[in-house]
């Protein structure tokens, strides 16, 4: 059994997971392991560990400090191309609707209507409210009368990654930051 040195949960200290490039696994969701995942994972000798939290936990064999920010030994690829999800649709249009810019009631709009051939892929689908969505109905985008502020286009992983640091997760620890934003474009 392990005790802690801090009262904090354990459960409430998950590790940060950055591949061999020291960039996150993913940032939307986070690539977050739960502290057994990330402790494991150095006794194995899969991850190195960037930086610690400000605790140590002990079993009576071993103790150490609790990792806060670990980086994969190997390199894992990247996927390419990312899936054509509901949900990656949403990321790239950055949980907005495209028309009006509400962030609530969100659907999917087919700029040319799946009743007149349209079809469902990166290209033919944005995020809508449903209110744009009611509104434009079987029409052709462009006779609807309606302006897209983007075009719908088929993403990069960069790009999702790049929208999904706009919605980090609650928790964010200090030791995370460096790997989090470092590389985000600075405001004119
Ligand atoms: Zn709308």
Known sequence: MLNSSV??????????????????????????????????????????????YDRIIRSPSFQMNLPSVIALKNFVKPQKNPNFTRFNVFLRD????????????????HLLPKSKGGETNWKNVVTACSICNVKKGGRLYEKSGMILFKKPYSPSIEDLHYNGRNFPPNFLHDSWMDYLYWDVELEP
Do not use: M
Request: hydrophobic share 35%.
């Open 94 to 109: 950055k949980f907005t609707c495209q028309y009006c810019g509400n962030k609530k009631h969100l659907t999917f709009d």
């Open 7 to 52: 009262k904090v949960p354990l459960e409430k200290c998950p590790a940060l997971v950055l591949n061999a490039d020291y960039r996150p696994l993913s940032y939307y969701p986070l690539s977050l392991w739960c502290w057994q995942d990330a402790v494991k994972s150095v006794f194995l000798d899969r991850v190195s560990i960037v930086t610690n």
